[in-house]
């Protein structure tokens, strides 16, 4: 007698003729749904592991054309968050470039992150210290200097 309470010679002819069950000996029935579970979990990782890397290749291969195209003059972003401006490109892992005016960096070639469009509304650089260097609508006396004698003297 198997666990089902029929006699093995029953069960094995059940299982020789039933087409949803696995007949691997006399009063052995392995269900066709949990024998197929393993095989399809291992295609779905594989599918899955498949997908992942050709993607991941596809993406290194992007990043590597960008970077190894880069010219003078192409606006960057460093994986540092820094943005600037590339002022030499020639050598084969070093790039030269531009963060501030007057500041250049030697920074390598792995270390960008993307090539960044100029924003049209951004305004530059020189602009910003020009805004920053007039001061209207306040007079002299509205300014507090850290210096303790400075501030008594007013």
Not at 63 to 68: L, R
């Given at each position: 007698m198997c666990a089902f309470g029929v006699s093995a010679d029953t069960f094995h002819r059940f299982a020789t003729t039933c087409t949803w069950g696995l007949a691997l000996g006399p009063g052995t029935l392995v269900?066709?749904?949990?024998?197929?579970?393993?095989?399809?979990?291992?295609?779905?990782?594989?599918?899955?592991?498949?997908?992942?890397?050709?993607?991941?290749?596809?993406?290194?291969?992007?990043?590597?054309?960008?970077?190894?195209?880069?010219?003078?003059?192409?606006?960057?972003?460093?994986?540092?968050?820094l943005f600037g401006t590339v002022v030499d490109a020639d050598r084969e892992d070093i790039v030269t470039i531009e963060i501030a005016p007057g500041v250049v960096t030697e920074w390598n070639r792995m270390a960008i992150r993307e090539v960044v469009s100029p924003d049209a509304d951004a305004p530059s650089i020189e602009s910003i210290d020009d805004a920053a260097g007039d001061v209207t609508g306040s007079d002299a006396s509205d300014t507090v200097s850290l210096d303790k004698e400075q501030n008594e003297e007013k």
């Open positions: 269900p066709m749904q949990s024998s197929l579970i393993l095989p399809l979990m291992l295609a779905a990782m594989a599918a899955f592991m498949f997908f992942s890397i050709r993607n991941q290749k596809k993406r290194a291969a992007a990043v590597t054309e960008m970077q190894s195209s880069l010219t003078a003059g192409a606006r960057v972003q460093l994986h540092a968050g």
